[in-house]
């Protein structure tokens, strides 16, 4: 079964300090798909990254960074010297891409960045 | 380039009504999906729609209804609302084949049901 859990509900961190949002999936499927988005108060999804699953490179944009492990079914998100603006929930996602299209949503990490 | 427009962004309606909300998809796309976010939690697949018809469906009950127009916009209708459909409701919009990797989401209307 198509599972994503985000077992942190809520993080607080202070302003400039690095802070890794854990992201741990289940699929039987050997293609798929993970996302990140980020919501802020506007509810708008902002889309983050995409990885398919046979790319396990990590990935570096700016700021942020992806560390995708299959071993052990993990893709977590770290942000680096955090800012204000960081603040919102973010979802990891997963998407079965061979069966079909819908994405697969945890339920969120609420981080609050303080200043 | 507007991105996914939903319409209205807030609604009060009363258990047992009908609601239809709107969605238009940035340009240039062509699939329209449609995802339920409860209060505290990730958004739920309702629904998706190409070519004026639903091609995938989630766990829903009958009373989540659809549309796509020929310009791909598209409407979700709610019959018989309860309580439990308070949410945010998000549309988004993609193009063709590429449709995981390109979706992009509205801001979503928020709906009460009272």
């Known amino acids: 079964a198509q599972k994503v859990t985000q077992a942190q509900t809520e993080i607080s961190v202070v302003e400039k300090e690095d802070v890794t949002l854990d992201c741990v999936y289940e699929t039987r499927d050997t293609t798929y798909y993970l996302f990140w988005y980020k919501q802020p108060p506007s509810g708008e999804l902002v889309f983050l990254i995409r990885?398919?699953?046979?790319?396990?490179q990590n990935e570096i944009s700016g700021r942020y960074s992806w560390n995708f492990q299959k071993s052990t079914s993990s893709f977590n998100f770290t942000i680096t010297a955090s800012q204000v603006v960081d603040s919102a929930v973010y979802f990891c996602a997963l998407s079965e891409a061979a069966r079909d299209d819908k994405i697969i949503f945890g339920k969120g990490t609420r981080l609050h960045i303080l200043p | 380039d507007a991105g996914v427009t939903q319409s209205p962004t807030h609604l009060i309606k009363t258990r047992g009504q009908q609601v239809t909300l709107r969605c238009s998809p940035k340009s240039g796309h062509d699939t329209v999906s449609w995802y339920q976010q409860a209060l505290g939690q990730g958004p739920q697949f309702i629904f998706q729609y190409y070519e004026e018809e639903e091609r995938q469906r989630g766990n829903f009950p009958d009373r989540f209804s659809g549309h796509q127009f020929p310009n791909y916009s598209s409407e979700l209708n709610v019959n018989a609302l309860l309580l439990g459909d308070s949410a945010l409701y998000l549309c988004?919009?993609?193009?063709?084949?590429?449709?995981?990797?390109?979706?992009?989401f509205g801001s979503g209307t928020r709906l009460t049901v009272v």
């Open positions: 990885r398919n699953s046979f790319d396990e």
């Open positions: 988004a919009s993609s193009l063709g084949a590429n449709r995981v990797a390109g979706y992009t």
